[in-house]
């Protein structure tokens, strides 16, 4: 059997190398090029790269998803920063290149994945919720992607409910003191050493609080996923958000 043909995108990067290293060691799969920051993507095409696995930067990840969907390569990306006016965008690009599949997984961990379904899944039965999500000190963005999603999907949840505005008696606050407001469910942002990725979804009801936790204590955690995704997304044409869909989550 042929081994699947992949590139990793950020290959120099702390979660790029180590998937780097994960495609190496899988064998139904051959890296066939490592592009780091000033490469050119020309070497997607020269290596015949079936998939790339897109682990850079906001800055950079629309520029890169752009050249592998108008050559036809399938994309794997766990780079964050993903907007409605991006994933429109992606779609648009998609459109025009029928038969290519990009999955974007705010979260690649089987754990993450579960915390966000969890929080879905109770987020109508609690009158509150708040998100607290930490990480290493030399993370680029605030809220993570996978908190801003949870936040999205428990939003999605409680408006379905008829759930309205959250209680909180606040009138003065330090700015920043009640975190970011993702879609009502306010997030907040820890950066510590010694942290690598980890979350709790806080829920409260009458009497009593639910937290669901989840901790990446190395990246590793991220690369079943990885795995998973390079694996399916050839399957999938057009757009697919949320590693959930691959794992018959949904
Ligand atoms: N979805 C998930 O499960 C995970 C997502 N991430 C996300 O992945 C992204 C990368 O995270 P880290 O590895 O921690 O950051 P990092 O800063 O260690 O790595 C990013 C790498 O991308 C390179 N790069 C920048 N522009 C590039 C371009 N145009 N072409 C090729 N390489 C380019 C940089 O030089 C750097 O080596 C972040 O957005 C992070 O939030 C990180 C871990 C897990
Ligand atoms: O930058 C990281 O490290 C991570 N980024 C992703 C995010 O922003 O959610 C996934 C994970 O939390 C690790």
């Known amino acids: 059997m042929s081994k699947l043909r992949v590139a990793v995108l950020g290959a120099k990067g702390r979660i790029g190398s180590e998937a780097a290293r994960a495609v190496e060691a899988a064998d139904d799969m051959e890296l066939v090029a490592a592009v780091g920051r000033g490469d050119k993507l020309e070497a997607l095409v020269e290596s015949g790269a079936q998939v790339a696995v897109e682990l850079t930067t906001p800055a950079s990840v629309m ?57 879905q899944m109770a ?20 809220p993570s992607g996978t908190a801003t999603r949870t936040a999205q999907l428990v939003a999605e949840a409680r408006a379905a409910a008829g759930l309205g505005d959250q209680p909180d008696a606040t009138r003065t606050a330090l700015e920043g003191a009640r975190g970011a407001d993702v879609d009502g469910v306010p997030v907040h942002s820890v950066r510590l050493r010694g942290l690598l990725a980890h979350q709790e979804v806080i829920l409260g009801g009458e009497g009593e609080t639910l937290t669901i936790r989840h901790d990446s204590l190395h990246h590793s955690s991220f690369m079943p996923g990885v795995l998973l995704g390079v694996r399916r997304v050839a399957s999938v044409p057009g757009l697919t958000y949320g590693l959930e869909h691959f794992l018959d989550l949904s």
């Not at 648009?92 to 997984?105: D, R």
């Open 123 to 142: 987020a109508r039965m609690f009158e509150s919720v708040e998100i607290v999500e930490l990480h290493h000190p030399g993370k680029a963005d605030a």
């Open 63 to 119: 520029g890169n998803l752009d050249f592998c969907v108008r050559h036809g390569i399938h994309a794997v990306v766990g780079t964050t920063g993903w907007t409605g006016e991006r994933l429109a965008e992606l779609g648009t690009s998609l459109a025009a290149s029928p038969g290519t599949g990009v999955l974007i997984a705010p979260n690649f961990s089987i754990g993450a994945v579960l915390t966000m379904k969890f929080s």
